[in-house]
Each structure stands twice: as C-alpha cells, then as structure tokens.
C-alpha cells in the first residue's frame, strides 16, 4: 500500500496485560513518529525515529512505554503492565527527510487501544 | 514549551458559506505549521504545510496563512461542502516535534 499501515486496528486488553502495536511507514520514508491521542484531544508525540535510531523518546509517559525500529522500517510500539490510563488511540507517522524540516508527515489510521 | 490552541472548538454552517479556522501559538520559533483533517476513526490526513519562511499555501478551496511573529494561523475554506465535515487539527512543527491543538469539528449542513 502507499500510505503508512497501523495493526491491529483495535485492541481491548485487560489491566496489567502487556500489547504491540505495529506501524508500517511509507516505504523509504526515514523518520517514523509516534503520538498518542485521547478523546477530545489533539495528538501528543511520543517518541521520534530516524532510520533505526531512536533519537527522542522524552513524550513516552513511563518505562512501561517502549518503542523500537530494529532495521529502520516497521516500528513497534510496546506498552508493558498496561493501565486504564493508557487508553487512547495510537497514531504513527512518517516523514520523507532525515530530520523534520520541510516534510510532511503521513499519518496512519491508528490503533485504538481499550485498557478494562 | 509550546502551547496550541483552536478557536472555535466547534463549528456549524450551511452549505456554500466561506469559512474560517484559527490557530495560534505561544513560541513563534517554528519550522512550519501543518493544518489536518481528521474524519471520525481514523488518522489525519495532511491538507497545507506552511514553512516558516512563507506566509500562506493554497490547495484547492483551501488556503492557509501564517504570521509567525503573531503566532497564528488560519484556514480559509471556500464553498464549504458537507464532505468537508471534520475535525480540522493545526500542528506546529520545531524540529521534527509536531504540538497540536485540540482540534475545531467542522460541521457543514446540506
């Protein structure tokens, strides 16, 4: 496809269940995004990779957050001992260029994450 | 750090009426700014990046203008539609952190 592919869509879990979410960016796309969206509310940025180097994770909100790109492509998003307060929907992105400067990010559908 | 704030939260319209979106920002040292749309479950789609070093972009019936020394911006939709019916979000990009505001729902009645 040509857009960036988020999966799954929807996941409910129980608290204290760890999850994975999955982004696929836009093929040759260097800088991968994640932000995290509550209800209402407009997307907060999480954690920035360029290539596979994560170079800001300073939004995650605790160590439960983990997010890699072993070989510069498809990131996971890992949420460890979840908790009600980590639902949201989950929206990655990418960009053409090294550093974000003059591109614009393209975003996926998200994944809308249910913490019971 | 960088606040973003819409205003109105929420908008309703008939039809064919021009219409106008405002954004603003509390740090004007800003790369660019970048105006979504956001239709229900799902993601954003981009319309207009503006770079800091211009004043507006145009696509289509949608024009964005930026004053960086103000700290705002506003979309200006022509001839609104009903499929123009969405969240509008204004991003401010520093560096390769996008800040968004919360977002104005656009409703345009038929």
């Known amino acids: 496809g040509a857009g960036v592919s988020q999966s799954p869509r929807y996941k409910v879990a129980k608290r204290g269940q760890d999850v994975a979410l999955r982004c696929d960016p836009i093929?040759?796309?260097?800088?991968l995004f994640w932000y995290q969206q509550a209800l209402g509310q407009g997307p907060e940025f999480l954690t920035y990779?360029?290539?596979?180097?994560?170079?800001?994770k300073s939004g995650l909100p605790s160590d439960r957050f983990f997010a890699e790109r072993p070989e510069g492509s498809v990131s996971t998003l890992k949420i460890q001992r979840t908790q009600q307060e980590d639902s949201a929907v989950y929206l990655c992105?990418?960009?053409?260029?090294?550093?974000?400067?003059?591109?614009?990010?393209?975003f996926g559908d998200g994944t809308r994450l249910s913490i019971l | 750090k960088q606040e973003v704030t819409q205003i109105p939260a929420a908008l309703s319209v008939p039809e064919g009426e021009n219409l106008v979106l405002n954004c603003s920002f509390t740090?004007?040292?800003?790369?660019?700014l970048q105006w979504f749309r956001q239709d229900p479950g799902k993601g954003l789609t981009s319309l207009l990046l503006?770079?800091?070093?211009?004043r507006e972009q145009t696509s289509g019936r949608l024009n964005a203008s930026l004053d960086k020394s103000s700290g705002r911006s506003t979309l200006y939709i022509a001839a609104s539609q009903p499929g123009d019916s969405a969240t509008y979000l204004c991003?401010?990009?520093?560096?390769?952190?996008?800040?968004f505001g919360k977002g104005t729902l656009l409703t345009v009645n038929p």
């Open positions: 990779f360029q290539n596979e180097a994560q170079l800001d």
């Open positions: 992105a990418s960009s053409l260029g090294q550093s974000y400067s003059n591109q614009p990010q393209h």
């Open positions: 740090d004007s040292a800003i790369y660019n």
């Open positions: 991003a401010v990009g520093s560096n390769y952190k996008l800040t």
């Open positions: 093929s040759g796309h260097v800088s």
């Open positions: 503006i770079q800091s070093s211009q």
